[in-house]
T-cell receptor, first 108, second 117 residues
Framework: DIELTQSPGTLSLSPGERATLSCRAS???????LGWYQQRPGQAPRLLIY???ARAAGVADRFSGSGSGTDFTLIINRLEPEDSAVYFC?????????FGQGTKVEIK | QVQLVQSGAEVMKPGASVKVSCKTS????????IHWVRQAPGQGLEWMGW????????RYSPKIQGRVTITSDTSISTAYIEVKRLQPDDTAVYFC??????????WGQGTLITVSS
């Protein structure tokens, strides 16, 4: 199974700043089947990015994904208070799905 | 629009079994695998398995295989996960979800299963 390691563990930033989140895979992710999820407290994860760089329907263009192989990045531009959440990367094809441990983004 | 609506929270005794449902709408049920993911309190996400409603086939995480059964009922577009021989560390929120795509839509809202004597 592919293991995913996210960094940093926590990001504390001010509104309007940019957040850069990293996800490193233990082996090449073929086909770039890598997604990013946002999870607010008490809610289900919400898909933001699939295929490493494609935004899911309804996701603001402040969110962008990039990367290939073993290194992937999620960038959140112009942070807003509502972006306060935990962000998970996930490998999803082929199964099993695996998830990083999460990066907590705090808005000061 | 796509909806996945799960059954309500349950409190179970160790050793019991629980079955959680995930009723779907807004897409063609037999064309999609339904996955199950769980999240223990304050912890990360753990994939448990999927069901292919068209073929009636399921695949499971080796970590929990043997205690979990994932099924589907195509007549009511609903997927199920049953966990047997519950242990306290099965306490978690259980989510159903579709394969990530542009239009996969939201996960189920989650079902809290608490295992406690």
């Amino acid at each position: 199974d592919i293991e995913l390691t996210q960094s940093p563990g926590t990001l504390s930033l001010s509104p309007g700043e940019r957040a850069t989140l990293s996800c490193r895979a233990s082996q090449n992710i073929i086909g770039n089947h890598l997604g990013w999820y946002q999870q607010r407290p008490g809610q289900a994860p919400r898909l933001l990015i699939y295929g490493a760089s494609a935004r899911a329907a309804g996701v603001a263009d402040r969110f962008s994904g990039s990367g290939s192989g073993t290194d992937f990045t999620l960038i959140i531009n112009r942070l807003e208070p509502e972006d306060s959440a935990v962000y998970f990367c996930s490998h999803y094809r082929p199964s099993p799905w695996t998830f990083g441990q999460g990066t907590k983004v705090e808005i000061k | 629009q796509v909806q996945l609506v799960q059954s309500g929270a349950e409190v179970m005794k160790p050793g019991a079994s629980v079955k959680v449902s995930c009723k779907t709408s807004g897409f063609i049920f037999i064309d999609e695998y339904i996955h199950w993911v769980r999240q223990a309190p304050g912890q990360g996400l753990e994939w448990m398995g999927w069901v292919d409603p068209k073929r009636g086939v399921a695949r499971y995480s080796p970590k929990i295989q043997g205690r979990v059964t994932i099924t589907s009922d195509t007549s009511i577009s609903t997927a199920y996960i049953e966990v047997k021989r519950l242990q306290p560390d099965d306490t978690a929120v259980y989510f159903c979800a579709r394969h990530p795509t542009d239009i996969s839509g939201p996960w189920g809202q989650g079902t809290l299963i608490t295992v406690s004597s």
